[in-house]
């Protein structure tokens, strides 16, 4: 078993804040420039060209596992599996887990072929036999699967938004690349971790690499709260290099932060060079998200480790560094920026941590403010652009009941509530539909959570598509209809539904939430009463049937790339990949208003908007009025 640093005695934010103060920061001089997109506004809509993650990645510390190999195990019971091998953060497994056994792997880590779930290291451990699995695990648990923070071809930004460092950190999840700089105390930001690769340079989601976040997010986020920062090469996790630069970084800055490699994982360094080196006076605090924050000295300079997700990193330096460093600036303590408003729902929470709720912001049909939760995990960089501020909720706190009020700390005082807030599926003629709308906002969280959201009247339109549910809720403002099928590889002999359910293609399919699987399963259904046997058994006869993906391209994508044969498609996507399609047949994609907001201005010019749509649908195949 690796040796991984626990956190065990976390100091409280009130200590954390005065560490912080503690540290001595001094103006640099005004030099270099920096990567940088922020106070830029987009002339076009920005679409995610490739899946964020690009890989499925094991969530947490553990062990990867066949979920059905777990099945019964509990701390009473344990299952014991074969260790096949480990796999880091950044590299490409060279293990398969058969059934029976398991692979030890790293937060972040590339899923190995055969897993489909990760049991977390706290339930486990190493005996002379093998692993010993001391809970049941589903398939998907503690894995983040490839797209699930951002997929290919989804509307990521659209035209008109100003980019602040919430928006800079999902650019340089997409590879954009910009460059800006401000002369004020200088901050050394360094970025760790070999899975890291700079926006503009090749990629390879295979081996588990991606694009480096941070050093981008958080120099916005210094050059706001008026520092001078200076990015410095990226940095992996080989301990001799890192020392190096982060004393290169110490001996030209007044202040250092590095991001990635202070949490407990295997492969951590930076806690170790900081120990060796310097002075370090805080490791842990009781936050989420945020908890492995790490101060200290290296030689002269002040020294902070943030943590290397960026929500979480972005959220420590604002409550915590921000404050020290507008003082070394000489600059006014910054405007307030909170509003207070109702909980459109209600949220749970059991830790016994202070939280900084990621939050974003509605106004109701009679203009009150209703604050809902914008929480994909610490990982999911559009956790960045979705929320517009963070509500604090106080340890000990299990529950905030819908309608209670709460005070919104805001991303920064030129937040503004969206003007139109959809929920939904994820289509084509939608997006192109959005950029006509000023400063909306959209999540592409299928039709199934569409339909729950408007059913607590949380959004203002839902977007639904495939049959219509007998209790469908809003009311319509229109819609179109949209071919749907398979896109099929150019050597693949699939040719219809039967053909897939009949032979041995590999087949990716959508999840359950979207309209395309309801219309699909539907058909499935129907072939299955027609051969007298029941949907489980047409549904078991289709290799990958289980294999979803989340968002409306990734299926045909994943085809394209080689690594399927079929996929449920649009034909639309499959036209423009290349490749071959088979028709299965059309659905209806709604518009469902919020009847309590049909007299919103915005609801309303939308709903002109969906009056007059031949020329969007003329653009795209497949697509009609």
Same mark, same amino acid.
């Given at each position: 078993m690796s040796d991984r640093r626990e956190f065990r005695d976390l100091a409280a934010p009130e200590e954390a804040r005065a560490v912080v103060e503690s540290l001595e920061i001094s103006p640099g001089t005004e030099t270099v420039a920096l990567a940088d997109a922020r106070d830029r506004v987009l002339a076009e809509r920005v679409d995610a060209a490739l899946d964020v993650p690009?890989?499925?990645?094991?969530? /947490?510390?553990?062990?990867?596992?066949? !979920?059905?190999?777990?099945?019964?195990?509990?701390?009473?019971t344990p299952t014991t599996l074969d260790l096949a091998g480990t796999v880091h953060a950044g590299e490409e497994p060279d293990v398969t887990v058969e059934p029976g056994t398991a692979a030890e792997i790293s937060t972040g880590?590339? /899923?190995?072929?055969?897993?489909?779930?990760?049991?977390?290291?706290?339930?486990?451990?190493?005996?002379?036999?093998?692993v010993e699995i001391r809970t049941a695990v589903t398939p998907g648990e503690n894995v983040m699967p490839a797209?699930?923070?951002?997929?290919?071809?989804?509307?990521?930004?659209?035209?008109?938004?100003? @980019?602040?460092?919430?928006?800079?950190?999902?650019?340089?999840?997409?590879?954009?690349?910009?460059?800006?700089?401000?002369?004020?105390?200088?901050?050394?930001?360094?970025?760790?971790? *070999?899975?890291?690769?700079?926006?503009?340079?090749?990629?390879?989601?295979?081996?588990?690499?991606?694009?480096?976040?941070?050093?981008?997010?958080?120099?916005?986020?210094?050059?706001? !709260?008026?520092?001078?920062?200076?990015?410095?090469?990226?940095?992996g996790d080989d301990f001799e290099a890192l020392?190096?630069?982060?004393?290169?970084?110490?001996?030209?800055?007044?202040?250092?932060?590095?991001?990635?490699?202070?949490?407990?994982? !295997? @492969?951590? @360094?930076?806690?170790?060079?900081?120990?060796?080196?310097?002075?370090?006076?805080?490791?842990?605090v009781a936050v989420?998200?945020?908890?492995? /924050?790490l101060v200290g000295t290296i030689g002269e300079s002040a020294y902070v480790g943030l943590p290397g997700y960026p929500v979480s990193a972005l959220t420590i330096f604002r409550v915590f560094v921000v404050p020290a460093l507008r003082e070394a600036a000489g600059l006014p303590e910054p405007r307030t920026a909170t509003v207070t408003g109702e909980m459109a729902v209600e949220e749970r929470y059991a830790e016994g941590r202070l939280r900084y709720m990621p939050v974003g912001l509605v106004e109701d049909g009679a203009g009150s403010t209703l604050v809902y939760p914008v929480d994909k995990g610490s990982g999911a960089?559009?956790?960045?652009?979705?929320? $517009?501020?963070?509500?604090?909720?106080?340890?000990?706190?299990?529950?905030?009941?819908?309608?209670?009020?709460?005070?919104?700390?805001?991303?920064?005082?030129?937040?503004? @509530?969206?003007?139109?807030?959809?929920?939904?599926?994820?289509?084509? =003629?939608?997006?192109?539909?959005? *950029?006509?709308?000023?400063a909306p906002r959209y999540l592409p969280t299928g039709t199934a959570d569409g339909r729950r959201r408007l059913r607590q009247s949380v959004p203002d339109v839902a977007v639904v598509a495939g049959p219509e549910a007998d209790d469908e809720p809003g009311e319509a403002l229109g819609g179109w209809t949209r071919e749907w099928g398979l896109a099929v590889a150019p050597d693949s002999d699939v040719s $219809? =539904?039967?053909? =897939?359910?009949?032979?041995?293609?590999?087949?990716?399919?959508?999840?359950?939430?979207?309209?395309?699987?309801?219309?699909?399963?539907?058909?499935?259904?129907?072939?299955?009463?027609?051969?007298?046997?029941?949907?489980?058994?047409?549904? $078991?006869?289709?290799?990958?049937?289980?294999?979803?993906?989340?968002?409306?391209?990734?299926?045909?994508?994943?085809?394209?790339?080689?690594? !399927?044969?079929?996929?449920?498609?649009?034909?639309t996507t499959a036209a423009s990949l290349g490749l071959q399609f088979v028709p299965l047949g059309t659905e209806r994609v709604r518009v469902l208003a919020?009847?309590?907001?049909?007299?919103?201005?915005?609801?309303?010019?939308?709903?002109? =908007?969906?009056?007059?749509?031949?020329?969007?649908?003329?653009?795209?195949?497949?697509?009609?009025v």
């Open positions: 690009g890989f499925d990645r094991a969530s /947490m510390d553990g062990y990867a596992v066949r !979920a059905r190999d777990t099945f019964g195990a509990d701390e009473a880590a590339v /899923m190995p072929a055969g897993a489909d779930a990760v049991v977390v290291v706290e339930r486990t451990a190493e005996t002379a036999d093998g797209g699930a923070d951002i997929a290919a071809g989804a509307r990521a930004l659209g035209p008109g938004t100003r @980019v602040t460092p919430r928006e800079i950190g999902l650019l340089s999840a997409l590879g954009v690349e910009e460059v800006a700089v401000r002369s004020r105390p200088r901050v050394g930001i360094v970025s760790t971790g *070999d899975e890291l690769v700079r926006p503009g340079e090749p990629l390879n989601s295979a081996a588990g690499e991606i694009y480096d976040v941070n050093s981008y997010a958080l120099a916005a986020a210094v050059e706001d !709260a008026g520092g001078e920062p200076a990015v410095y090469p990226h940095a020392e190096t630069l982060l004393h290169e970084a110490a001996d030209e800055c007044d202040l250092v932060l590095s991001s990635g490699s202070t949490s407990a994982g !295997a @492969v951590d @360094v930076v806690y170790r060079v900081i120990e060796e080196r310097g002075d370090p006076r805080l490791h842990g989420k998200p945020g908890k492995p /924050m960089t559009t956790s960045l652009v979705d929320a $517009d501020g963070t509500v604090a909720v106080e340890p000990g706190t299990e529950r905030l009941p819908a309608g209670e009020r709460v005070e919104v700390t805001l991303f920064s005082p030129d937040v503004r @509530v969206p003007t139109l807030f959809g929920v939904g599926e994820d289509d084509p =003629l939608w997006s192109r539909l959005l *950029d006509r709308l000023d $219809d =539904l039967a053909a =897939l359910v009949d032979g041995a293609a590999r087949f990716v399919n959508r999840d359950g939430g979207s309209g395309l699987r309801h219309s699909l399963d539907a058909q499935l259904t129907q072939l299955a009463d027609e051969r007298g046997v029941s949907p489980g058994e047409v549904t $078991d006869a289709i290799d990958g049937y289980d294999l979803t993906v989340g968002a409306t391209e990734s299926p045909a994508r994943t085809v394209a790339a080689g690594e !399927a044969d079929a996929g449920l498609a649009l034909r919020n009847p309590d907001r049909t007299g919103k201005e915005s609801v309303e010019r939308l709903a002109g =908007l969906l009056g007059d749509l031949g020329d969007l649908a003329a653009s795209l195949d497949g697509f009609e």
